[in-house]
Structures are given as structure tokens and as C-alpha cells.
Nanobody
Framework: QVQLVESGGGLVQTGGSLRLSCAASGLAFSSYAMGWFRQAPGKEREFVAGISWSRAQTYYADSVKGRFTISRDNAKSAVFLQMNGLQSEDTAVYYC???????????WGQGTQVTVSS
């Protein structure tokens, strides 16, 4: 049974930082691309960042480029999202996802809430 468990969300002021973590189990982690999506109230879920299984390729939404950094530790079956310079528009539930390909996401976590207050 595949499990993706996010942690690290919370309340932060504008301009602050948070680091999200996702612990994976039940899958060959090092063979999967990993990603982060987010969903704000009343909006569709959107792609935030992705990283290839080899860590050679990373992708970011334009809205977070230069502020967010995705990384992974294959030895620990974990993926991270370092978020700096947070803005109110970043408020959302953040989801960890794993996929056999970068555009095909097979598994999802339950999400962690990030709230940025002004």
C-alpha cells in the first residue's frame, strides 16, 4: 500500500519561509518522479514543482520560480519543498505526489495546509 505523508505546513507571515516534507512508503521511491501540487479555496489543484527520479531535472510553476526549491533524498524516501518569500497567494493545501512519469501522477498524499498571513 502506497502512502505519502506530508508535514511541515502551518501559519507564516508574508515573506516568511516553510519547509514541507513528504515521507513515502510502499513504492520503489527512487524510480518515481515526485512533485508538489497545491489547491487554494475555490480554485483547481495546480502544479507547483516536480523532480525527476534521478534529481537531474526539476520543474517549477512560474509563480514560484526563484522562491521555492524541490529536493529529494532517495535513501530516506522523502521529498521536500523549501518555500521562501511566501506570499498570501501561496495559501493553499499542498499535496505530495508520485508518478512513473513527470506528467502522470499515480499517487497522492492527504495534503498539508499552508497559510500565509499579511
Amino acid at each position: 500500500q502506497v502512502q505519502l505523508v506530508e508535514s511541515g505546513g502551518g501559519l507564516v507571515q508574508t515573506g516568511g519561509s516553510l519547509r514541507l516534507s513528504c515521507a513515502a512508503s510502499g513504492l520503489a521511491f527512487s524510480s518515481y518522479a515526485m512533485g508538489w501540487f497545491r489547491q487554494a479555496p475555490g480554485k483547481e489543484r495546480e502544479f507547483v514543482a516536480g523532480i525527476s527520479w534521478s534529481r537531474a531535472q526539476t520543474y517549477y510553476a512560474d509563480s514560484v520560480k526563484g522562491r521555492f526549491t524541490i529536493s529529494r533524498d532517495n535513501a530516506k524516501s522523502a521529498v521536500f519543498l523549501q518555500m521562501n518569500g511566501l506570499q498570501s497567494e501561496d495559501t493553499a493545501v499542498y499535496y505530495c505526489t508520485a508518478g512513473e512519469h513527470m506528467n502522470i501522477w499515480n499517487y497522492w498524499g492527504q495534503g498539508t495546509q499552508v497559510t500565509v498571513s499579511s
